[in-house]
């Protein structure tokens, strides 16, 4: 499937919190092959010619898996070097009061970046 304007509209809506309620946008390889594994991954973008192994990742936690041009990347990524890979992923956010009732040790980050 091609990545076409509705869809690249759609995906910067849910870059910017203002699209579909309950999804986020990863980017890059190693962030969206970590979530393939939770089953939370809606559909996996991967530029043209990059990331086969992602590609049968992807196919292989049933996301459907679309393709890009290189440019699609860069308009739509939110990094300074587009990564060539996206994925829409579900929400699986807990309340504030859901985390802090839990038994344990609770780590607090905010702001953290790679």
Same mark, same amino acid.
């Given at each position: 499937?091609?990545?076409t304007r509705v869809q690249q509209q759609r995906i910067a809506r849910i870059a910017r919190g203002? +699209? *579909?309620e309950g999804l986020r946008?990863? =980017? +890059?390889?190693?962030?969206?092959?970590d979530a393939l594994? &939770? +089953?939370?991954?809606? =559909?996996?973008?991967?530029? *043209?010619?990059?990331?086969a192994?992602? =590609?049968?990742?992807?196919?292989?936690?049933d996301a459907p898996v679309g393709f890009g041009?290189?440019?699609d990347f860069a308009r739509l990524g939110r990094t300074v070097t587009p990564q060539g890979v996206l994925?829409?992923?579900r929400d699986v956010a807990l309340a504030l009061d859901d985390?802090? &009732?839990r038994a344990g040790f609770l780590l607090w980050l905010d702001g953290v970046q790679d």
């Open positions: 499937m091609r990545l203002r +699209g *579909e946008l990863l =980017e +890059g390889p190693k962030a969206v092959r594994g &939770s +089953g939370h991954v809606t =559909e996996v973008w991967i530029e *043209e010619g990059h990331a192994d992602l =590609e049968a990742a992807a196919r292989e936690a041009a290189p440019r994925a829409l992923v985390v802090v &009732s």
